[in-house]
């Protein structure tokens, strides 16, 4: 591809750089030009500055204490990272991410919250998300119980025009409704008002932010090395036809959150007709002799911190590596710097990075089982015993291998235990073998990586774990509980996987206590005897 043209090309919108040979209809062409309005959100977004301010203001004058974001993917990420890399202060509400349908995280937030001095921002582009809406339908209940009318005035709205959450806010009269642009598709939308509602509560100045991503921007219209957007998605792009498809992204500790929202971008965006990026953005850096040759590395670094890695040593041992350097305070370009750079990586490798052809498959399945529960009152599911999940791992473990990777999915409550427990499985399968590991936890990575590994390479093992809940909490207005609704998106999405051809063993715990000691005990017993 012409790399001098494809700049200009890309800021004039258009389509055909995204539309390789055999896949041109004008259907497409009509969906990326609806997915392209990120390009001027650095700009377009300035007139929203003032309302999102405003906002801000308001949470304050009301002594808000805690807001709670309602959202998936492209509609919380970003504010995850906002969250974590900034110091709030101190008479400002502290934000909490809330993307799961996980019983014991939402009935834990219910317990300590004090409803009067809590907020909560429910975020959905599509406005009919099921996590997001069912999150809604619980946490409104508990709010108009507590608060009766005065509920209202504790909410807030995201969304496109015209959705299902338009109406529901209009109808339910949430304090404010913001209407975003529709032509930002939800992984792009980072610098857009699913970005700048939350950045605006915490504190976050929202006009610096957008004028250093109106920087990146203009430095996105140049060609050549001055263009970094343009560096790092060749360098991607490259990689990826090169066999080093493990994008595996080095990050200092203040901006590690950034890595899950670097993970959905690229892999939502690249993997699909066989081909993208794998980021790994979660693993502790070891020695360059623990990675396989299907690796690329892109080091990120601030003025303040370096990463935790040696990179000298990466480098010298042959693998691929791009050193990046970002102001401490330019939060904004780096979200440019990605997103352009995952437009331009689209583009080289002949892919539309702007749709998710195979997310919505585990959504139908997910669907089809809760309309089979609603009926039957039971899923129809038999998880294996413990010596079926352990000879089911061991078996997938003695064969991995670079270019295979290992994706855990897990199920289970976020708890420091489990996830103990499963680093330090990633670090034995790391060692033992060179091949990659990634961690998503369910159902947030159905909205982020999960159309990769059923529309990437075919290089994908999987492990998906699964556990009782202790409790059962109805979703309210619907025949199921949030334990039912984990279960068969978890489900849903393994069978999704297994459809695709993908290799998948599953590990389920009964007892909903001491689910850290069962969990390690299978995965040392599978660990025995498995190369």
Same mark, same amino acid.
């Given at each position: 591809?012409?790399?001098?043209?494809?700049?200009?090309?890309?800021?004039?919108?258009?389509?055909?750089?995204?539309?390789?040979?055999g896949?041109?209809?004008?259907?497409t062409?009509?969906?990326?030009?609806n997915?392209?309005?990120?390009?001027?959100?650095?700009a377009?977004?300035?007139?929203?500055?003032?309302?999102?301010?405003?906002?801000?203001?308001?949470?304050?004058?009301?002594?808000?204490?805690?807001?709670?974001?309602?959202?998936?993917?492209?509609?919380?990420?970003?504010?995850?990272?906002?969250?974590t890399?900034?110091?709030?202060?101190?008479?400002?509400?502290?934000?909490?991410?809330?993307?799961?349908?996980?019983?014991?995280?939402?009935?834990?937030?219910?317990?300590r919250?004090?409803?009067?001095?809590?907020?909560?921002?429910?975020?959905?582009?599509?406005?009919?998300?099921?996590?997001?809406?069912?999150?809604e339908?619980?946490?409104?209940?508990?709010?108009?119980a507590?608060?009766?009318?005065?509920a209202?005035?504790?909410?807030?709205?995201?969304?496109?025009?015209?959705?299902?959450?338009?109406?529901?806010?209009?109808?339910?009269g949430?304090?404010?409704t913001?209407?975003?642009?529709p032509?930002?598709?939800?992984?792009?939308?980072a610098?857009?008002?699913?970005?700048?509602?939350?950045?605006?509560?915490i504190?976050?100045?929202?006009d610096?932010?957008?004028?250093?991503?109106?920087?990146?921007?203009?430095?996105c219209?140049?060609?050549?090395?001055a263009?970094?957007?343009?560096?790092?998605?060749?360098?991607?792009?490259?990689?990826c036809?090169r066999g080093?498809?493990?994008?595996?992204?080095?990050?200092?500790?203040?901006?590690?959150?950034?890595?899950?929202?670097?993970?959905?971008?690229?892999?939502?965006?690249?993997?699909k007709?066989?081909?993208?990026?794998?980021?790994?953005?979660?693993?502790?850096?070891?020695?360059?002799?623990?990675?396989?040759?299907?690796?690329?590395?892109?080091?990120?670094?601030?003025?303040?911190?370096?990463?935790?890695?040696?990179?000298? /040593? %990466? $480098?010298?041992a042959?693998?691929?590596l791009?050193?990046? &350097?970002?102001?401490?305070?330019? #939060? *904004?370009?780096?979200?440019f710097?990605?997103?352009?750079?995952?437009a331009?990586?689209?583009?080289?490798?002949?892919?539309?990075?702007?749709?998710?052809?195979?997310?919505q498959?585990?959504?139908?399945?997910?669907?089809?089982?809760?309309?089979?529960?609603?009926?039957?009152?039971?899923?129809?599911?038999?998880?294996?015993?413990?010596?079926?999940?352990?000879?089911?791992l061991?078996?997938?473990?003695?064969?991995?291998?670079?270019?295979?990777y290992?994706?855990?999915?897990?199920?289970l409550?976020?708890?420091?235990?489990?996830?103990? /427990? %499963? $680093?330090?499985?990633?670090?034995?399968?790391?060692?033992? &073998?060179?091949?990659a590991?990634? #961690? *998503?936890?369910?159902?947030?990575?159905?909205?982020?990586?999960?159309?990769?590994?059923?529309?990437?390479?075919?290089?994908?093992?999987f492990?998906?774990?699964?556990g009782?809940?202790a409790?059962?909490?109805?979703?309210?207005d619907?025949?199921?509980?949030f334990?039912?609704?984990?279960?068969?998106?978890?489900?849903?999405?393994?069978q999704?996987?297994?459809?695709?051809?993908?290799?998948?063993?599953?590990?389920?715990?009964?007892?909903?206590?001491?689910?850290?000691d069962?969990?390690?005990?299978v995965?040392?017993?599978?660990?025995?005897?498995?190369?």
């Amino acid at each position: 591809m012409d790399l001098e043209s494809l700049v200009p090309r890309i800021w004039n919108r258009d389509a055909s750089v995204w539309m390789p040979a055999g896949r041109e209809s004008e259907t497409t062409a009509r969906a990326i030009a609806n997915r392209l309005a990120w390009l001027e959100a650095p700009a377009t977004m300035r007139e929203h500055v003032a309302r999102v301010d405003a906002l801000a203001d308001a949470a304050r004058a009301d002594t808000v204490r805690d807001v709670y974001l309602l959202g998936m993917g492209g509609s919380s990420l970003c504010a995850e990272v906002m969250r974590t890399s900034h110091r709030r202060e101190a008479d400002r509400p502290e934000l909490h991410v809330l993307d799961t349908t996980d019983e014991q995280a939402l009935t834990s937030v219910s317990a300590r919250m004090d409803p009067d001095r809590t907020w909560f921002l429910v975020a959905s582009k599509s406005g009919g998300t099921v996590e997001v809406m069912s999150m809604e339908r619980y946490f409104w209940a508990r709010m108009h119980a507590a608060l009766g009318a005065r509920a209202a005035r504790h909410f807030v709205a995201i969304t496109d025009p015209g959705t299902p959450l338009q109406s529901r806010a209009r109808g339910r009269g949430y304090r404010e409704t913001f209407i975003n642009p529709p032509d930002i598709g939800g992984r792009f939308s980072a610098l857009s008002l699913f970005g700048l509602v939350p950045a605006a509560i915490i504190g976050i100045d929202v006009d610096h932010l957008l004028r250093t991503a109106a920087d990146m921007a203009a430095g996105c219209r140049e060609t050549g090395v001055a263009n970094s957007g343009l560096s790092l998605g060749t360098f991607i792009a490259r990689e990826c036809t090169r066999g080093r498809d493990k994008l595996t992204v080095l990050l200092p500790p203040s901006l590690r959150m950034l890595g899950l929202w670097i993970e959905q971008l690229v892999a939502e965006s690249t993997g699909k007709h066989g081909t993208g990026a794998l980021p790994v953005v979660d693993e502790d850096p070891q020695a360059a002799a623990a990675y396989g040759n299907d690796r690329a590395f892109v080091s990120l670094e601030t003025e303040h911190e370096e990463v935790r890695a040696d990179v000298a /040593a %990466i $480098e010298v041992a042959g693998h691929p590596l791009l050193r990046l &350097t970002m102001r401490a305070d330019a #939060l *904004g370009a780096e979200f440019f710097r990605w997103e352009f750079a995952t437009a331009v990586a689209g583009a080289a490798l002949g892919i539309n990075p702007f749709d998710e052809p195979n997310v919505q498959e585990a959504k139908d399945r997910t669907k089809a089982l809760l309309a089979q529960f609603a009926q039957a009152s039971a899923l129809p599911d038999t998880p294996p015993s413990e010596e079926q999940s352990v000879n089911a791992l061991r078996s997938i473990l003695s064969t991995l291998t670079p270019p295979q990777y290992l994706g855990i999915l897990s199920y289970l409550p976020v708890e420091s235990g489990s996830l103990e /427990a %499963i $680093e330090e499985l990633r670090s034995v399968v790391r060692d033992r &073998t060179c091949a990659a590991t990634t #961690l *998503g936890i369910g159902p947030r990575y159905l909205h982020s990586t999960g159309q990769y590994h059923k529309g990437g390479p075919e290089t994908g093992t999987f492990l998906v774990i699964t556990g009782e809940d202790a409790t059962t909490t109805q979703v309210p207005d619907t025949p199921y509980s949030f334990s039912v609704l984990k279960r068969a998106q978890a489900i849903g999405d393994l069978q999704a996987l297994q459809a695709h051809g993908r290799k998948v063993a599953r590990v389920h715990l009964r007892a909903p206590r001491r689910r850290a000691d069962a969990l390690r005990r299978v995965l040392t017993a599978a660990l025995t005897g498995a190369r």
